[in-house]
């Protein structure tokens, strides 16, 4: 019977096929790059098979070696898993916590969370990740970041992840109210081709959905301004520069004062289910179900709608 896998050849190759090179793997994992060469050598005699090819300057993984890399990636999380729940049980509070959200939920979502948080975990080190959609899904695979409190991903995608409903949204134009579109209580679909759009930047999954909802419409988004802050958003609909698209609950304090008005983009509601997301088959430290249940708690607060359609 062969012996385990050495865990300092498997973090040794995990570096080097994240990073692709022995230099930067090297100064990853504070080594030298014929201590990385060493590890990996000794791993393929190991295992018995080419993991890795040379390709000039870069590494490029084997067919064996992508394969080899899922249960390495696998492996190496159960152990920090392990870890982590031996340092619960002997340092209650202590710890960490790891959470990627957008900009928005940020704002609006995780401060209160947060100073909730604290109360019960005061020593626990807690570390943020701002980032759109699809860079929180990517720091999630690659186990830079704990959950993420993210808009629902489409299905193929989702079958990663375990994905805990917070609540709904939807996405509507929001206008100055001297605007047309304001004082009639709606957008006429003759009038939406023509008007400058004002929407979030153009790599994020809401634009995407925006994109993917006027072009089942059948309509041509022309005149577009992209921006990458919802606050800047905003700012230009206030002056009257277009429309913007954006969920009520994030220009909640602008419309309630009347200095923005809120008209829905069409007959058909364009809907974003947000939620707490983690690999799945991962087992959640107690310190993140406590996270997970306060951001529960926290958007029934806010009074957003809940995710079967109930505040």
């Known amino acids: 019977m062969k012996p385990t896998l ?21 100064k990853d994992l504070f080594l030298t790059q ?14 018995g098979c080419r993991l890795l090819d040379r390709v000039g300057r870069r590494v490029m993984l084997t067919q064996a070696g992508e394969q080899f890399l899922r249960h390495t990636e696998k492996i190496l999380r159960e152990m920090e898993a392990a870890r982590a729940g031996l340092e619960t049980l002997t340092k209650w509070g202590h710890g960490r916590l790891r959470v990627g959200a957008s900009t928005t939920a940020c704002q609006h ?11 019960s975990y005061p020593k626990c080190v807690i570390r943020i990740e701002p980032g759109d959609h699809s860079h929180q899904l990517d720091l999630l695979r690659g186990g830079q970041i704990d959950l993420a409190l993210v ?29 047309p579109w304001a004082k009639a209580g709606r957008a006429p679909r003759e009038s939406i081709e023509g008007e400058t759009l004002v ?6 999954y809401t634009f995407r959905l925006v994109n993917d909802y006027f072009r089942e419409e059948k309509l041509t988004l022309a005149n577009v301004i992209e921006l990458g802050s919802m606050e800047a958003i905003k700012e230009l609909v206030k002056i009257g520069i277009g429309a913007g698209v954006l969920a009520p609950w994030i220009a909640r304090p602008e419309l309630e004062s009347g200095m923005l008005v809120s ?19 991962r087992r959640l430290a107690l310190a993140e179900e406590t996270f997970v249940g306060l951001c529960v708690a926290v958007s029934q607060q806010l009074g957003l709608e809940g ?3 109930a505040a």
Do not use: C, M
């Open 34 to 47: 014929s201590a990385v060469s060493h590890a990996i050598k000794a791993l393929e005699d190991d295992v």
């Open 151 to 179: 808009v629902e991903p489409p299905t193929p995608v989702l079958a990663e992840f375990t994905f805990v409903p917070l609540f709904q949204d939807e996405l509507r134009f929001l206008v100055a109210p001297l605007h």
């Open 109 to 119: 979502i995780l401060p209160t969370v947060l100073r909730e948080f604290r109360q």
């Open 263 to 281: 008209v829905p983009l069409g007959p058909r509601k364009l809907r974003r289910y947000w939620g707490v997301a983690h690999l799945k088959g």
């Open 199 to 204: 929407l979030y930047n153009k790599s994020s």
């Open 307 to 309: 995710p079967g359609g």
């Open 6 to 26: 050495d865990s300092r050849q498997l973090h040794a190759f995990a570096a080097l096929a994240r990073r692709a090179s022995f230099t930067l793997a090297a």
